[in-house]
């Protein structure tokens, strides 16, 4: 019997790719795992649709009508702060282009990884179409200010800084999924108290990053046993500078300040990842490493101790301060 794995590794176009003459090679050497990583994933996921959630077809009845209002109701006593964690999520989700785009960019539109690229793409684009299918029929914003909002950030563009390092975007995905599982997470477990539909769809989301998450670190880790030197030095600099995909939103860092504040994402969670990273890809223990490979595998396992202090430094100053957005009519969000 033919495995994906067998079937999906077309010959690779070296000109396609990001990355050094080296870097290229491992990435190519690394195909078949992409490949079986890819198998797995697929056997792992169960599929779902938004409409599956939040039903919108032709035949609905009266109870569907009744089960909307009722709803609505319930959305009406969701707390602001959960309200703009939804709208920091929503607005990321949405940045999907950009992400698609770097993918491949860096990792070659011309092997497996357009495969894995179309298929991680049409999973996340259902994301977007979930969370936005919620809170339009829960009447949870002003929708003209969030979509004006949208448009700024997928005009503004998201073009980290990774000087055409493969390695990098790996890195970064690693990370950068686990966050978004967490933010998913912690809002719904927020939101349940309130409105458990609302739960139950970042619960679908939560758990396709999840599986994201898992895809991501074992293709780094692969990486990490053909070139760890490389490989060392790319997750440093990516764990070092992370910002989280919609830092390009305007309003970024007030979003991220009652998001923080609501303790669903910020410094803290970061650490826990960096942590859960560096002991799953047995950072520590990598031995054999280069000058450099060493200088970057000790300086990564300095990085949660610095995260806790850049996380206490943080917590001691929050004080007093009020927020405003105009995708909730600009009501006044105090924290004292």
């Known amino acids: 019997m033919t495995t994906l794995a ?9 000109a396609s790719r990001f990355g050094t003459p080296q870097q290229i090679e491992v990435l190519v050497a690394m195909e078949p795992t992409v490949a079986l990583e890819m198998e797995r994933h697929l056997e792992r996921r169960k599929l779902w649709f938004p409409n599956d959630l939040m039903p919108a077809d032709a035949d609905l009845g009266e109870a569907d009508d009744r089960m909307l209002s009722e709803l609505r109701v319930r959305a ?16 990321t989700e949405e940045g999907l282009p950009h992400f698609h785009r770097l993918i491949a960019v860096h990792m070659s539109n011309e092997s497996v990884w357009r495969a894995w690229n179309n298929v991680w793409t049409a999973e996340e684009d259902r994301h977007g179409c979930a969370m936005r299918d919620y809170v339009r029929d829960a009447r949870l914003f002003n929708m003209g200010a969030l979509e004006r909002l949208q448009y700024q950030y997928i005009a503004a563009g998201f073009d980290p800084d990774w000087e055409q390092d493969p390695y990098r975007l790996l890195a970064y995905t690693s990370l950068q999924e686990k966050a978004t599982q967490i933010s998913h997470a912690n809002t719904g477990r927020l939101a349940g108290e309130h409105e458990p539909m609302l739960q139950r769809v970042l619960a679908h989301l939560a758990g396709d990053e999840s599986r994201h998450y898992q895809f991501y670190r074992a293709c780094f880790a692969e990486i990490l046993k053909l070139d760890p030197n490389r490989a060392l030095d790319s997750l440093l600099k990516v764990t070092l500078a992370f910002a989280m995909p919609g830092h390009n939103i305007a309003g970024f860092k007030e979003l991220s300040d009652v998001v923080q504040r609501y303790d669903i994402f910020g410094p803290r969670q970061y650490q826990k990842i960096v942590e859960e990273l560096l002991e799953h890809w047995n950072i520590g223990g990598l031995s054999g490493l ?5 200088e970057a595998q000790a300086k990564l396992m300095k990085v949660p101790a610095r995260l806790a202090r850049i996380a206490d430094y943080q917590q001691a100053k929050l004080g007093p301060k009020s927020y405003r957005f105009e995708f909730i009519d600009d009501r006044a969000l105090a924290f004292a």
């Open 290 to 294: 280069n000058a450099e490979g060493a």
């Open 76 to 91: 009406r006593g969701l707390p602001d702060g959960v309200r703009v964690a939804v709208a920091l999520n929503l607005l």
């Open 6 to 14: 067998q079937t999906l590794v077309p010959p690779s176009l070296a």
